[in-house]
């Protein structure tokens, strides 16, 4: 079965650091990957779009990794501040053409 | 130039009443979804209206749930005598998205459905 899965539930890093999540899938042929950024009490915000045919993908200080040998993506936010805090969702299009969501990781930059 | 909207953003309900959830989605987005997130979890794919296809209701939990899209804009999601477990945090999203091209979803803020 088509499967998504997010690096632990919670990551703690302390304000300057580099905060990497990680995104790992089965089962699917994604032609582009995206995250997703969600603060609590409001719906996701999109932040990046990957495709299938590029390696690495910056915007200001986030970056995104896809690898699709390792089935695996990589979300980087380098220089954090505790603003960055919220919990961070990968999003794949799987079969039915549909956006499958992980189930996040919630990040806490720590100041 | 809105985004997307809901209402109400908060729902309290008993159980065995029945519940509309409004959707306006971003204008001209020919696209809308539908999904559930419970507390601390991820979301859940309820319904998908594309155009004036038909809709895809793969992810409707059971027959008490159900959507409507009315000229291709507004959407309704209704649920049917509720129940406990139905208390969730209720999302729509909207997207462009046409053909081949890629689904970046706008979401809205939410319905938070609380069934006593």
């Known amino acids: 079965s088509q499967k998504i899965e997010q690096n632990s539930e919670a990551l703690n890093i302390q304000e300057g650091k580099t905060a990497t999540l990680t995104c790992n899938y089965t089962?699917?042929?994604?032609?582009?990957l995206q995250w997703y950024r969600q603060d609590p009490g409001r719906g996701p915000v999109f932040l990046l779009l990957i495709r299938e045919n590029e390696k690495e993908k910056r915007k200001e200080r986030l970056k995104v990794t896809f690898d699709t040998t390792l089935k695996q993506s990589l979300f980087h936010i380098t220089a954090s501040q505790p603003a960055d805090s919220a919990t961070y969702l990968c999003?794949?299009?799987?079969?039915?053409?549909?956006?499958?969501f992980g189930s996040g990781t919630q990040l806490t930059v720590l100041p | 130039g809105a985004g997307v909207s809901q209402s109400p953003s908060n729902k309290v309900t008993e159980k065995g009443k029945d519940v509309e959830l409004r959707c306006d989605p971003i204008?001209?987005?020919?696209?809308l979804y539908w999904y559930r997130q419970s507390l601390g979890q991820g979301l859940e794919f309820l319904i998908y209206?594309?155009?004036?296809?038909?809709?895809?209701k793969s992810g409707l939990p059971s027959d008490r749930f159900s959507a409507e899209r009315t000229g291709g804009s507004v959407s309704t999601l209704t649920i049917q005598r509720t129940q406990q477990e139905d208390s969730a945090v209720y999302l729509c999203a909207s997207s462009s998205r046409r053909g081949g091209e890629t689904d970046t979803q706008y979401f809205g803020p939410g319905t938070r459905l609380t069934v006593l």
């Open positions: 209206f594309q155009g004036n296809s038909a809709p895809d």
């Open positions: 089962n699917y042929s994604p032609a582009y």
């Open positions: 204008s001209g987005h020919t696209a």
């Open positions: 999003a794949l299009e799987g079969s039915a053409r549909q956006l499958t």
